[in-house]
């Protein structure tokens, strides 16, 4: 489990948690207010976004750093508040998820505190000692990556605590998930498990079984449970799942399955803009020189890049070996990547045998395949 990019995406999903409710011509049952004390976005739009669909319910401006929405419930569910961006960044806005139910409810959107009805009272518990747990466990990695630690007893000591306490917040997030899945605290609890890379496709599907609606009809969850469906189609042990693509060199289509018949393949899904991406190249081409061979081929399969920014890398890095575009997406949807570096090994029979490889790991299991 690679727990320091676990922890980096829990930190993102514990920022994003919200929930809200629609306008109708009803007596509004769900009072929202709040605070969103950030000068650039005076005078600027908030928005009330039903989070079954990802569709605005209702907008408002923001003003004096205050917005209020009075809208119906008929069922609590889970929504989001969201700001327009603050620059012309289009990520630039805020953001916090709420439980959109009957009652007073007040949200900041700086601070990420919510209260005023039971769930939004439950998930703001929820939320902070969640953010507590990852913060100590933060703190016992940056203990062992401290010059100051030098003790290797020392470092397995605060390891060993580090994965104790991941342990329990994994299973307090799971309790909060059994105890919640008939309401809309609980999307927010197994959204959040499935960052836990120990959570399978399959393993989410049954604690799914007997969600309430408001479960399994949260966007998000649905967005990472089709990803993880992606990838459980091209795991370790899975055939490859053959590509269009277009060959760098000839500009012409080619097929992911001509390039690597009959080969152990090392394919690496990359772009010229991603810093890991170029770090890994120097390992890549290490192992291209010293394998390849008609049993062996290294392919560089490029991504979310634009034409001359993927040639310059090329030529700047002095990639040599097979390199393949896609322009489409369908490459990195198919294989469920949502980060890159992506590196995959594929055998001679087709059968993918790796995932995730990085620095040394990918030349020893190359040497592996090839019975080196």
Known sequence: MNTNRFIATLVVVLSLAGFVCPVSAQTADCHIRGRVAVDALQGKNIAVLDMATGEPLAATKIKDSTFAFDIVVTKPFVAMLKTDPQNGNARSYYFLNIIAEPGDIYADLVTDSLSGTPLNDRCCQFSKHCREEVNVINAYYQQMNSEAQASSSD????????????????????????????????????????????????????LLEDAAPVVTNYLPLKQKLAKMERVSHTAVGKNFIDLDL????????????????????????????CGPCRREIPNIAKIHEKYNSKDFVVVSLNVWDKPEAQAKAIKDLKMTWTQLTDPTRNATETYGVDGIPQILLIDKDGKIIARDLRGEEMEAAVKKALGK
Request: hydrophobic letters at 45%; zero cysteines.
């Open 155 to 206: 470092n397995e000591e605060l390891e060993l605590k580090a994965s104790r306490r991941l342990d329990e917040l994994i299973n307090y997030v799971k309790a909060a998930y059994v105890e919640n899945k008939d309401n809309a605290l609980g999307a927010f609890a197994m959204d959040m498990l499935l960052e836990f890379e120990g959570v399978d496709y399959e393993s989410a599907l049954a």
């Open 246 to 273: 277009t060959d760098y060199k000839t500009g012409r289509p080619t097929k992911l399955s001509k390039v690597i018949k009959d080969k152990v393949a090392l394919i690496d899904f990359w772009a010229s803009w």
